[in-house]
């Protein structure tokens, strides 16, 4: 039995794609995509090849393997051009041997995580990364709005911990944070500004005063950009 179908429909899902924009993607027509999920054709093999091509996946795997999320942000995370915190001088040769969870929260479930986490709901990822106190979370960017770090690249995933304690938040200083105001993210640098700590916002170099009641901050740990593009 094929796998197709179902990891056509995962990826699209994965990526916030409709059937019309995945199938921009390939030159095809939505009705084809609609086929494909539904078991009632298949794709050419060309079709499979640029699919597998264009996310970084095996044909194989996208023919006799049913994809997890896992399996889709995983197999390149730690390539130089995902990571790319300075900080952290990750390269694969000094990777930690275990597997330490990783929380997935979405865009659309972001709600749900700032409501009063029930980790149990969200999907646990499994990355090779040091085990800290603590958990880490890997957020979702804004659907057509990817963040933007200091180098101005574009960034689709974060991996951070939460400094849960405002009496650790000076230990941010000078480094490279995500900062949630009650109704939205910021991604910037922590620094002082008149003597009062904030985030300097990397997309719109705005300053943003560390006082707010409602706001939370976290430590970016990783950053993942173009995890599913070629």
Do not use: C
């Not at 896992?70 to 040769?93: C, E, M």
């Not at 659309?108 to 090779?128: C, M, N, Q, V």
């Not at 106190?133 to 101005?152: H, I, S």
């Amino acid at each position: 039995m094929s796998y197709v179908g179902k990891n056509i429909k995962k990826i699209r899902s994965v990526k916030n794609l409709n059937q019309s924009q995945f199938a921009d993607l390939f030159e095809l027509k939505r009705a084809s995509i609609g086929a494909y999920e539904e078991g009632r054709a298949e794709p050419k093999i060309a079709t499979l090849i640029e699919i597998a091509k264009h996310f970084g996946i095996s044909t194989d795997d996208l023919l006799n393997k049913e994809l997890s999320v896992n399996d889709l942000y995983h197999f390149d995370i730690f390539k130089k051009d995902y990571v790319k915190n300075a900080g952290n001088q990750l390269r694969p040769s000094k990777l930690p041997l275990s597997l330490n969870p990783v929380y997935y929260v979405s865009a659309e479930r972001r709600s749900d995580y700032f409501d009063g986490p029930d980790l149990d709901a969200f999907l646990k990822l499994s990355f090779p990364i040091p085990a800290i106190k603590g958990n880490y979370f890997a957020f979702e960017a804004d659907a057509g709005q990817a963040w933007l770090n200091a180098a101005g690249r574009l960034i689709d995933f974060l991996v951070v911990r939460e400094l849960e304690d405002r009496k650790d938040w000076p230990s941010a200083l000078h480094k490279m944070a995500l900062l949630w105001t009650g109704t939205s993210f910021h991604l910037g640098k922590i620094e002082a500004f008149e003597k009062k700590p904030g985030l300097r916002d990397f997309r719109h170099n705005e300053f943003t005063e560390l006082m707010g009641k409602d706001q939370r901050l976290f430590l970016v740990q990783y950053e993942l950009a173009n995890v599913l593009s070629s």
